[in-house]
């Protein structure tokens, strides 16, 4: 249930990083607010998202109907599981898709893939949602 690209430490570390920096420019800015407040709500927005991602991931992790579970970052992604070989031209994307948005959930996966990109606004109760709904198919 990891990238196995990119470790969850190695993204951290990254994170530091980007905010090391952006302290930084906030230092030679003389402190601004305004950018500062906007920073902090992105790094908490990724770590709900990444949070829920993980604890849905390892909730699934022994579903039958999905394998492959990853997560990077924001990202979360998975293969439908179906008798036809995996891959982009799958033809279970119909099924997924039509499914979906029948549900109103809007994904758009690549043959039996599919993956979860919310933007850092989406609320906990519509993540929720969409998992439900993937875990319908």
């Excluded at 993204?11 to 930084?24: F, M």
């Excluded at 990444?50 to 990077?72: C, E, L, P, V, Y």
């Excluded at 799958?90 to 919310?118: A, F, H, Q, W």
């Amino acid at each position: 249930l990891s990238n196995s690209r990119v470790s969850l430490d190695l993204q951290r570390r990254n994170l530091d990083v980007l905010n090391e920096i952006n302290r930084l420019k906030l230092e030679q800015d003389k402190i601004n607010n305004r950018l500062e407040g906007v920073i902090e709500s992105y790094e908490l927005a990724f770590e709900q998202i990444q949070k829920s991602h993980q604890a849905w991931a390892d909730k699934m992790k022994h579903s039958t109907k999905f394998s492959t579970i990853r997560i990077f970052g924001t990202i979360l992604a998975m293969e439908f599981v179906s008798d036809e070989k995996s891959g982009y031209l799958n033809s279970n994307r119909d099924y997924i898709y039509e499914k979906c948005l029948s549900e109103g959930v809007l994904l758009r996966p690549l043959g039996n893939t599919i993956y979860i990109m919310p933007p850092y606004v989406i609320s906990e109760k519509e993540l929720q949602k969409i998992y439900s709904v993937i875990e319908s198919l």
